[in-house]
């Protein structure tokens, strides 16, 4: 098993982890929103995330597949520059990498979708290489 995310950029995320951030890298969209809405479940869910990020690494290696896109270069793209679609590009989409550079990542709800499913894009790319 190779490992398609990084501790250390996991870790860098948890710093604003009480906003879900890093909960999203590792592929938790439930907990990542619940994170969001409520603070890192008031902080205290954040705290805890302290000692799980190695273990949310491991399950985040067990479940996407590794390959030619790199995971934690696909969310540095999206998350400093999403709107502009530059992950997008990275990822071979030259057609929506377009389209989200002219719109502004379809007026930030294309961005919003990425965030949630960026995971599963990179995987799926993965897979198709290795196909």
């Known amino acids: 098993m ?3 995310h990084s501790k250390t950029i996991g870790y860098l995320l948890w710093i604003f982890g009480f906003m879900g951030a890093h909960r999203f ?14 603070g890192g479940l008031f ?17 985040a290696g067990q479940r996407f597949a590794s390959g030619r896109y790199d995971y934690s270069v696909a969310w540095i793209l999206q998350t400093f520059l999403g709107p502009l679609g530059i992950h997008r590009f990275y ?8 389209l989200w550079l002219l719109t502004g990542g379809l007026l930030g709800i294309g961005y919003i ?8 894009q990179v995987d799926e790319r993965n897979r198709e290489a290795t196909a």
């Open 43 to 59: 902080l205290v869910g954040w705290i805890v995330d302290l000692f799980l990020i190695p273990h949310l690494e491991r399950t």
């Open 113 to 120: 979708y990425d965030y949630l499913t960026l995971n599963q």
């Open 25 to 38: 890298y590792f592929g938790r969209r439930i907990s990542g929103i619940i994170w969001l809405f409520t």
């Open 2 to 4: 190779n490992p398609t």
């Open 91 to 98: 990822l071979g989409k030259i057609g929506t990498g377009i």
